[in-house]
């Protein structure tokens, strides 16, 4: 796998505007709406696509049932999905979002395949990462332990 620079990491977070969540849940402990709900919150505006609860709402936004339904301008799409299923998303994603910049694969998802037709059409693809972890990480919001904790009193 290919190691990623800090730089090449960071110019990707501050380029993007819009991302697709492509598997986002709806039950809040789960990590892929934990991560959409944070990226909100950062200013990204996040459209979530899962077809189990299309047409349903998250985070002000209506859920998408596939990338296609999307007429808004995705600069990423972030795969929640297992990594077998890639192929089909990022033909998808390449097919009908013209503005789409980056395939963001979740940690743990790798799809060697998919990020070579990509990266044939010029896309920039990451594999096995959180876009998440890597904003804060970049953007100085981790703390100890590597959560975004806050405040930690010196007086435990």
Same mark, same amino acid.
């Given at each position: 796998?290919?190691?990623?620079?800090?730089?090449?990491?960071?110019?990707?977070?501050?380029?993007?505007? !819009? &991302?697709? *969540?492509?598997?986002?849940?709806?039950?809040?402990?789960?990590?892929?709406?934990? #991560? @959409?709900?944070? /990226? %909100?919150?950062?200013?990204?505006? !996040? &459209?979530? *696509?899962?077809?189990?609860?299309?047409?349903?709402?998250?985070?002000?936004?209506? #859920? @998408?049932?596939? /990338? %296609?339904?999307?007429?808004?301008? !995705?600069?990423? *799409?972030?795969?929640?999905?297992?990594?077998?299923?890639?192929?089909?998303?990022?033909?998808?994603?390449?097919?009908?979002?013209?503005?789409?910049?980056?395939?963001?694969?979740?940690?743990?998802?790798?799809?060697?395949?998919?990020?070579?037709?990509?990266?044939?059409?010029?896309?920039?693809?990451?594999?096995?990462?959180?876009?998440?972890?890597?904003?804060?990480?970049?953007?100085?919001?981790?703390?100890?332990?590597?959560?975004?904790?806050?405040?930690?009193?010196?007086?435990?």
């Amino acid at each position: 796998m290919a190691a990623y620079s800090d730089a090449y990491l960071k110019q990707i977070l501050t380029r993007t505007k !819009v &991302i697709a *969540v492509v598997g986002v849940s709806l039950n809040p402990v789960r990590p892929s709406n934990y #991560v @959409a709900r944070y /990226l %909100g919150l950062r200013g990204y505006r !996040v &459209i979530p *696509v899962n077809p189990g609860h299309a047409g349903e709402r998250l985070y002000g936004e209506r #859920v @998408a049932g596939s /990338l %296609g339904e999307i007429d808004a301008p !995705v600069d990423m *799409v972030d795969i929640f999905r297992r990594s077998e299923a890639v192929p089909p998303i990022v033909e998808e994603a390449l097919d009908t979002l013209p503005h789409l910049k980056t395939v963001w694969m979740q940690i743990g998802v790798r799809n060697a395949g998919a990020a070579a037709m990509a990266e044939a059409r010029g896309i920039d693809v990451i594999q096995n990462l959180c876009p998440k972890m890597e904003y804060q990480r970049l953007f100085g919001e981790l703390r100890m332990g590597g959560f975004n904790t806050g405040v930690i009193s010196s007086k435990l």
